[in-house]
């Protein structure tokens, strides 16, 4: 009951966010109807009662209420099994309020936001991208907001919303890297599910080292943000059609089609259906955050009215692409290399031998010892935060060394070959505040082609630092096993604590996971992320190149910390 209790509140904290204004307890029970839930105005203030106990909302007068910056705060990491099934259906949600229509230029638009620190000096490099056609759009929009300004660009999912308001079934299917060689579209070579993750894909790859828009300005070779999406085969000229419209009024983006059940640039597609990518709205962004301006990109967060939007341009070229490479190879998806790879684990519980799945990461020969303090320290003073104390010193090239750990995989590696089916479900990061654990980011594996701790540490979602002091946030995984194999399970976690290999947490049969949902008939546990120390290294400023997931080594060959 207090599950449900949760979710509403959480749905009216996301109504006053999303509305951005004051709002009464009547317009939130239309609201809240809209989205399944039968709430009188009673029962709305009610809750928006606790809401203002908890200092979540704010009475404004006899207006109603508003969200406060802790409300913001708390809808951001609440209620995490909410969030990963409510990404997939935000867009879904984007895409039914589109109303552009082509013939007229009018209608409402998608847009991604982001904080503008600097306008003057990042407004040329964006334009530089709208020149040569690297945009959905060259129409924005300045806008300001609490003495801060934020620019607004035309997201790609407007196009699914004029397909979906035209009769065509549009299905965003992922987010992530386009590989551009020679001006040449190669393949994906990195992306996330638009479904089960709580942070939206293109958003998990914005930020400094990951694309190289500039790149393909000025050589044709680069990185760019792209998503993906299938829609019925039979819709293919209607498409076109629009997407010739949409052209004449300067939205575009389309990078290639492909043919009826043929993968396009490297991701499968269903029979009877046909895959289409287009470049992320974020590339300007990303171009200015390749430059060193610190952005703050949201993905999908609005819509406006597309005729409002201006252009410094007569007029938005094309994408400057060549016809997508035929020939590519498929994407490999994380969850095949992970069954793959925790059936090569050997590990003896009883004896501590046998073969264990290891991170690899590479750092110069210079940072090895300093490195080796820290993880150290992380070890010592938390070590349930660590898949035990061992390491490995790998000689790499280039006065490179390889610093390998165990990877928590190897647990289900373990609990496999004693005939317990472990499946892991979620990469996230787990909050820490005195003895209160929560996820407040989840991806998940499957549909993933990277491991998302990786990109966890590479956009400094973890604080390690702080939870050595039990206010910060650590790298961990979700798994779930049938509840049938539960007993066992927790016989075999209590061998494996003399190895550090246990479990933050063991859950009960359809019960929430530290927030995690967990399927029915099913039990979770919690993992700490093997890749933890490394964080913590990474935190301390030592450049260090993470590789999850990396081999398989002999457990002989790690040292103690």
Same mark, same amino acid.
């Given at each position: 009951?207090?599950?449900?209790?949760?979710?509403?509140?959480m749905?009216?904290?996301?109504?006053?966010?999303?509305?951005n204004?004051?709002?009464?307890?009547?317009?939130?029970?239309?609201?809240?109807?809209?989205?399944?839930?039968?709430?009188?105005?009673?029962? /709305?203030?009610?809750?928006?009662?606790?809401?203002?106990?908890?200092?979540?909302?704010?009475? /404004?007068?006899y207006?109603?209420?508003?969200?406060?910056?802790?409300?913001?705060?708390?809808?951001?990491?609440?209620?995490?099994?909410?969030?990963v099934?409510?990404?997939?259906?935000?867009?879904?949600?984007?895409?039914?309020?589109v109303?552009?229509?082509?013939?007229?230029?009018?209608?409402?638009?998608?847009?991604?936001?982001?904080?503008i620190?600097?306008?003057?000096?990042?407004?040329?490099?964006?334009?530089?991208?709208?020149?040569?056609?690297?945009?959905?759009? !060259?129409?924005?929009?300045?806008?300001?907001?609490?003495?801060k300004?934020?620019?607004?660009?035309?997201?790609?999912?407007?196009?699914?919303?004029?397909?979906?308001?035209?009769?065509?079934?549009?299905?965003?299917?992922?987010?992530?890297?386009?590989?551009?060689?020679? $001006?040449? &579209?190669?393949?994906?070579?990195?992306?996330?599910?638009?479904?089960?993750?709580?942070?939206?894909?293109?958003?998990?790859?914005?930020?400094?080292?990951?694309?190289?828009?500039l !790149?393909?300005?000025?050589?044709?070779?680069g /990185?760019?943000?792209?998503?993906?999406?299938?829609? #019925?085969?039979? *819709?293919? #000229?209607?498409?076109?059609?629009?997407?010739?419209?949409?052209?004449?009024?300067?939205?575009?983006?389309?990078?290639?089609?492909?043919?009826?059940?043929?993968?396009?640039?490297?991701?499968?597609?269903?029979?009877?259906?046909i895959?289409?990518?287009?470049?992320?709205?974020?590339? &300007?962004?990303?171009?200015?955050?390749?430059?060193?301006?610190?952005?703050?990109?949201?993905?999908?967060d609005?819509?406006?009215?597309?005729?409002?939007?201006?252009?410094?341009?007569?007029?938005?070229?094309?994408? &400057?692409?060549?016809?997508?490479?035929s020939?590519?190879?498929?994407?490999?998806?994380?969850?095949?290399?992970?069954?793959?790879?925790?059936?090569?684990?050997?590990?003896d519980?009883?004896?501590?031998?046998?073969?264990?799945?290891?991170?690899?990461?590479?750092?110069?020969?210079?940072?090895?010892?300093?490195?080796?303090?820290?993880?150290?320290?992380?070890?010592?003073?938390?070590?349930?935060?660590?898949?035990?104390?061992?390491?490995?010193?790998?000689?790499? *090239?280039?006065?490179?060394?390889?610093?390998?750990?165990?990877?928590?995989?190897?647990?289900?590696?373990?609990?496999?070959?004693?005939?317990?089916?472990?499946? #892991?479900?979620?990469?996230?990061?787990?909050?820490?505040?005195?003895?209160?654990?929560?996820?407040?980011?989840?991806?998940?594996?499957?549909?993933s082609?990277?491991? #998302?701790?990786?990109?966890?540490?590479?956009?400094?979602?973890q $604080?390690?630092?702080?939870?050595?002091?039990?206010?910060?946030?650590?790298?961990?995984?979700v798994?779930?096993? &049938?509840?049938?194999?539960?007993?066992?399970?927790? !016989?075999?976690?209590?061998?494996?604590? !003399?190895?550090?290999?246990?479990?933050? $947490?063991?859950?009960?049969?359809?019960?929430?996971?530290?927030?995690?949902?967990?399927?029915?008939? $099913?039990?979770?546990?919690?993992l700490?992320?093997?890749?933890?120390?490394?964080?913590? /290294?990474?935190?301390?400023?030592i450049?260090?190149?993470?590789?999850?997931l990396?081999?398989?080594?002999?457990?002989?060959?790690?040292?103690?910390?």
């Open positions: 009951m207090k599950q449900e209790t949760d979710m509403k509140m749905e009216i904290l996301r109504i006053l966010y999303n509305k204004e004051i709002l009464g307890a009547k317009v939130i029970s239309e609201e809240l109807e809209k989205r399944g839930y039968s709430l009188g105005e009673r029962a /709305v203030r009610y809750h928006m009662h606790i809401l203002d106990e908890k200092e979540l909302t704010e009475k /404004v007068g207006k109603g209420r508003k969200i406060t910056k802790k409300g913001i705060e708390e809808l951001k990491k609440g209620l995490i099994y909410d969030q099934d409510f990404t997939s259906s935000l867009f879904q949600e984007k895409m039914y309020n109303t552009l229509e082509p013939r007229t230029s009018k209608g409402s638009v998608i847009v991604n936001l982001s904080s620190n600097d306008l003057e000096s990042i407004k040329p490099i964006i334009n530089d991208v709208f020149d040569v056609g690297l945009a959905v759009s !060259d129409r924005y929009n300045i806008i300001q907001k609490d003495d300004k934020y620019i607004e660009t035309v997201c790609g999912t407007t196009i699914d919303g004029v397909f979906q308001k035209k009769g065509i079934i549009s299905k965003p299917i992922c987010g992530g890297l386009l590989q551009i060689e020679d $001006n040449m &579209p190669i393949n994906f070579i990195e992306q996330i599910s638009y479904t089960k993750t709580s942070i939206t894909p293109l958003e998990a790859f914005t930020g400094q080292g990951s694309t190289s828009v !790149d393909v300005i000025s050589s044709g070779t /990185v760019i943000p792209a998503n993906f999406r299938m829609i #019925p085969a039979v *819709k293919k #000229p209607e498409a076109i059609h629009i997407l010739n419209q949409l052209a004449k009024i300067g939205i575009s983006g389309v990078i290639t089609m492909g043919e009826v059940g043929k993968s396009v640039l490297g991701i499968p597609v269903k029979d009877g259906m895959g289409i990518a287009i470049i992320g709205g974020v590339a &300007p962004l990303c171009a200015a955050q390749e430059e060193g301006f610190d952005l703050n990109v949201k993905l999908a609005t819509s406006v009215e597309y005729s409002s939007m201006k252009s410094d341009n007569l007029y938005t070229p094309k994408l &400057p692409f060549k016809a997508a490479h020939k590519v190879d498929e994407v490999t998806f994380l969850m095949n290399k992970i069954y793959n790879i925790i059936s090569e684990v050997t590990y519980v009883n004896k501590e031998q046998g073969n264990v799945i290891t991170n690899i990461s590479y750092l110069k020969r210079e940072y090895l010892d300093d490195a080796i303090e820290i993880m150290n320290e992380v070890y010592k003073k938390k070590p349930e935060y660590c898949v035990g104390n061992k390491y490995s010193v790998i000689n790499a *090239k280039d006065n490179m060394v390889g610093i390998a750990t165990l990877c928590s995989l190897t647990v289900d590696g373990i609990l496999t070959n004693h005939g317990v089916s472990s499946t #892991p479900e979620y990469s996230g990061v787990l909050d820490i505040y005195g003895n209160n654990k929560r996820f407040i980011d989840l991806i998940s594996y499957e549909g082609s990277i491991d #998302p701790h990786e990109i966890f540490i590479k956009k400094n979602m $604080n390690i630092q702080g939870s050595l002091d039990d206010d910060g946030k650590i790298l961990a995984s798994h779930t096993v &049938p509840y049938i194999a539960r007993d066992m399970t927790i !016989d075999i976690f209590e061998l494996l604590e !003399d190895s550090g290999l246990g479990a933050l $947490n063991i859950g009960k049969p359809n019960e929430y996971t530290y927030n995690a949902r967990v399927e029915k008939y $099913n039990f979770g546990y919690v700490s992320g093997g890749l933890n120390p490394i964080a913590a /290294v990474h935190e301390k400023g450049p260090v190149d993470v590789k999850s990396e081999t398989i080594m002999d457990y002989n060959l790690f040292e103690e910390l």
